[in-house]
């Protein structure tokens, strides 16, 4: 499974961006994505996550009410669309894949795959 995560940029705050991330390879419908971001020198955290099948969505309380997750089977393309983004929002958005229980979810380790990162920037 391929991964590959597109769409930040710069944005001020209270502004909206969708982040993308699509997926190649063999995809089972019970396997979740999840979003994850990293800020330099912290830890990974979890965002959001949803399953092919529509497990979910599964959301960090930091950005539940603003983010939302969703997904599109026919394009093997989830989204995240981020609205009234806030500056500690800035920080490199990963998409990853892999056969996570539903437990498990914001558990970033559990992902086999993960996408190349997308840089998301929030000036205040």
């Known amino acids: 499974v391929q991964l590959q995560a597109f769409g930040g940029g710069l944005v001020q705050a209270g502004g909206s961006l969708r982040l993308s991330c699509a997926a190649s390879g063999r995809i089972f419908s019970s396997t979740f994505v999840g979003w994850f971001r990293q800020v330099s020198g912290k830890e990974r955290d979890f965002v959001a996550a949803i399953s092919w099948s529509g497990a979910g969505p599964y959301y960090a309380d930091s950005v539940r009410g603003r983010f939302t997750i969703s997904r599109d089977n026919a394009k093997n393309t989830v989204y995240l669309q981020m609205n009234s983004l806030k500056p500690e929002d800035t920080a490199v958005y990963y998409c990853?894949?892999?056969?996570?229980?539903?437990?498990?979810?914001?558990?970033?380790?559990?992902?086999?795959?993960w996408g190349q990162g997308t840089l998301v920037t929030v000036s205040s």
């Open positions: 990853a894949t892999g056969p996570v229980i539903r437990s498990y979810v914001s558990d970033g380790g559990r992902y086999n795959y």
